[in-house]
């Protein structure tokens, strides 16, 4: 049965090539104080940089940059770019890369003026934001976290050995985001493939979840199909814009809050993936392909009825003739090929996982409640175990 839900998503978004137009018309509703949040410097050699900066002086506004944001960016940067934000009496943050700058960007928002430690306040007591909030936009240029329309911001803390992620409500949404397919053409092969399966899994994470019939599986599969239809062109034709566009739409959709409506979810494979990601500093759609296939094995019995429909709706496996275990392994193994065609990490070996790591690691993992098994401690050394 469909639960008691509200649906409500606050960004406002400029989707495609002439995207990078509307930014103007945004910056007139912000103060003069811009910060200006990248990463490691790919917007500086494509020249998104060189545009985005053209627009803001024109517009008149003051840019305190902020660059140097590393992928899954650390509890440390995000203290830095607090006191730049505080300093400098931001009006509006301006996020031009990946999630990982537009997790960091929001991070900032909501910490900049909180009275307490940000790291205790919102990421070990998970509460939510009672202070200023500084209004953040992205201008995207890697898909797959969904991070351009939600209000998650994942932040890692090294010393302390993990990455967590704090879904935030409305508030802390950017308020718009733009979407240019044109932008992330210059991603490595790595990270484009790294982000496909960041999507696939986003939704296979808010699928396997609750055996009811709701209009949210049936979106959940249309995304899943088309998303596995232009991964297969676009790995082959990275510069195919018709595919890349598509993939990037998908990304948003696939966790914008919308599917998730109604229904339960599991997030066990991010949980998985993000205690990895805590102890490699490994790619975060890579981390995910390499835990995924030991926990969906080893969940499959517990969930049989549904990843049935998945092998059937989502891989075209004809159920003819064969057991409901039968038709539920075919699609795990289309789904294991394909991992493969498109080039993911499928062991955490390859991030330098060993043995005498996999206690430390189950430890750093966070158990949720809303798959088919809630997993113990055993269990989560088991499927790590069956990832190395
Ligand atoms: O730093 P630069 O030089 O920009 O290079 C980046 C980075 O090395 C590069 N890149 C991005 N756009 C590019 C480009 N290189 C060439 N051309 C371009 N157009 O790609 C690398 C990865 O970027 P990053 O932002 O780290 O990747 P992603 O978008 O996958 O973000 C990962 C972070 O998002 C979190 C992850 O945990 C991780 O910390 N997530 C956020 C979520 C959310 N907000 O809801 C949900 C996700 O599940 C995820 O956990
Ligand atoms: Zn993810």
Redesign the pocket.
């Known amino acids: 049965m469909l639960g008691n839900f509200i649906y409500s998503n606050p960004t406002k978004l400029y989707f495609g090539k002439d995207s990078l137009d509307y930014l103007k018309t945004e910056l007139k509703k912000y103060g003069k104080n811009i910060m200006l949040v ?6 500086k050699k ?1 020249g998104i940089y060189d545009k985005v900066m053209e627009i803001l002086k024109s517009c008149g506004k003051t840019i305190i940059e902020d660059g140097g ?5 650390t509890v440390e940067k995000l203290y830095e770019g607090c006191e730049i934000a505080r300093e400098n009496d931001i009006d509006l943050i301006l996020a031009v ?7 960091y960007a929001k991070a900032v928002s909501i910490s900049a003026y909180c009275n307490d430690d940000p790291w205790e306040k919102y990421y070990i007591k998970f509460e939510e934001p009672d202070n200023k909030i500084i209004p953040v936009g992205c201008i995207l ?2 898909v ?4 351009e329309m ?1 209000g ?3 932040i ?1 803390n090294h010393n302390s050995k993990l ?1 967590i ?1 704090h ?1 935030f409500g409305e508030s802390v949404f950017p308020k718009f985001a733009i979407l240019n397919p044109l ?2 053409l ?3 092969k790595y ?1 484009m493939v ?2 496909f399966y ?1 999507i696939f899994n ?1 939704i296979t994470e808010q699928y396997f979840s609750g055996v009811d019939d709701n209009t949210s599986d049936y979106i959940m599969e249309g995304l899943m199909k088309s998303l596995i239809h232009s991964s297969k062109i676009a790995v082959k034709n990275p510069k195919d814009y018709e595919a890349r566009s598509n993939i990037m739409w998908t990304a948003t959709w696939a ?1 914008n809050t919308l599917v998730a409506k109604g229904k339960t979810t599991d997030w066990m494979v ?1 949980m998985l993936g ?1 205690a990895v ?1 805590a102890y490699t500093d490994a ?3 890579m981390t995910l392909a390499a835990v995924s296939l030991p926990y969906y094995r080893y969940i499959c019995p517990y969930g049989l009825e549904k990843f049935k429909r998945f092998a059937v709706n989502v891989w075209n496996v004809n159920p003819v003739d064969k057991t409901d275990e039968e038709i539920a392994d075919e699609g795990l193994a289309a789904m294991e090929s394909r991992m493969k065609e498109l080039g993911l990490v499928m062991n955490i070996s390859d991030f330098g996982v060993t043995k005498d790591m996999i206690e430390g690691i189950a430890d750093s993992t966070f158990i949720m409640e809303g798959g088919y098994k809630v997993l113990t401690h055993e269990e989560i050394v088991t499927i790590l175990n069956n990832s190395l």
């Open positions: 990248y990463g490691g410097g790919s917007i494509n944001v590393m992928p899954n960016p890369g990946g999630g990982s700058c537009c997790d240029t890697m797959g976290t969904g991070s939600n998650g911001a994942v890692t990455k992620g879904v932008f992330t210059t991603l490595p990270q790294a982000g960041d986003h966790l991010h993000q990601g790619t975060h759609g």
